[in-house]
């Protein structure tokens, strides 16, 4: 069973709820790296949709693919798109087949995130941009909380391992679990998938939320 299976309506209701100042963020960044455009689009992990209508002002055809039914019970009824359910790493799709490929704050929540970008560049028609944006790396994860002067950065960073660690006992990790990626592999994720990357984006704070990229085949 998908890790978001039973929590797709809590998730939904928590992203439009607690967390829509940050999801704001995530939007900003993809206008900024995506922008408008035509042509088929595949957003990686859509979960319930809830970037789907965005991609869709920006002109894009998209097509959004999820591993748990229960997120994409939420997205049909929410968007008219073509949605399906598969694993990121192992996508139902012909090589060179989309124009553009977007995975929005998915990264720790797929257990092989390199495999995952690899899978993104081969769907990818040549020229065809991968948009990036998660939660920073550097200062979010199962070592992070937060503190009255920021951000207290625990020992752990290189730990990769399927977490349940949160500082928030109602909120997401501890129900569904996260998968840190260092930064260092994020990049080389990009880099050993063949693509070239071309602009890096992060988030106004301090420190900041989101860390955003596009990289080209």
Do not use: K
């Amino acid at each position: 069973m998908a890790r978001y299976d039973g929590f797709a309506d809590w998730y939904d209701e928590w992203t439009h709820g607690i967390a829509s100042e940050w999801l704001a963020l995530v939007r900003d960044c993809v206008r900024e790296l995506l922008g408008a455009g035509e042509g088929r689009l595949l957003d990686l992990g859509c979960g319930g949709g809830a970037q789907i209508p965005l991609l869709q002002e920006q002109g894009w055809t998209v097509t959004g693919v999820d591993v748990s039914e229960d997120q994409l019970r939420i997205a049909r009824g929410r968007v008219e798109a073509e949605l399906a359910q598969a694993d990121a790493a192992a996508l139902p799709f012909e090589d060179a087949s989309f124009d553009a490929v977007t995975a929005l704050v998915v990264h720790t929540d797929v257990d092989d995130y390199p495999a995952a970008v690899a899978e993104a560049a081969r769907v990818l028609r040549p020229s065809g941009a991968f948009v990036h944006v998660g939660l920073h790396p550097c200062f979010f994860g199962h070592f992070s909380e937060p503190h009255e002067e920021g951000r207290l950065l625990r020992p752990g960073y290189h730990e990769t391992e399927l977490s349940f660690q949160g500082w928030d006992p109602g909120g997401v990790r501890v129900r569904v679990g996260a998968r840190h990626v260092p930064l260092a592999d994020l990049l080389n994720a990009v880099l050993d998938a063949g693509l070239t990357l071309e602009r890096v984006v992060e988030s106004r704070g301090d420190p900041p939320g989101v860390l955003a990229f596009r990289a080209r085949r």
